[in-house]
């Protein structure tokens, strides 16, 4: 298996178009793994407390429109 400093060599020897896609790359996995986080607590209710607290301020007026 990998480590993190074999994958930090490999990346500085990227030539800056393969780098570039790397990036690319990396924004769609990292936002997946985000999304993927958030749903997992989402099932489990670690976001009820914040659910209900920003339901209660906008119920209160503390809220806009974007």
């Not at 074999?6 to 924004?27: M, N």
């Not at 993927?36 to 007026?61: F, N, Q, T």
């Amino acid at each position: 298996m990998l480590t993190a400093e074999d994958i930090e060599k490999a990346v500085e020897q990227l030539a800056p178009r393969e780098l570039a896609r790397l990036r690319a790359w990396f924004e769609v996995f990292d936002a997946r793994q985000f999304d993927a986080a958030i749903e997992r607590g989402a099932r489990v209710g670690k976001l009820d407390a914040h659910a209900a607290e920003a339901i209660s301020a906008h119920r209160a007026g503390l809220s806009r429109e974007f």
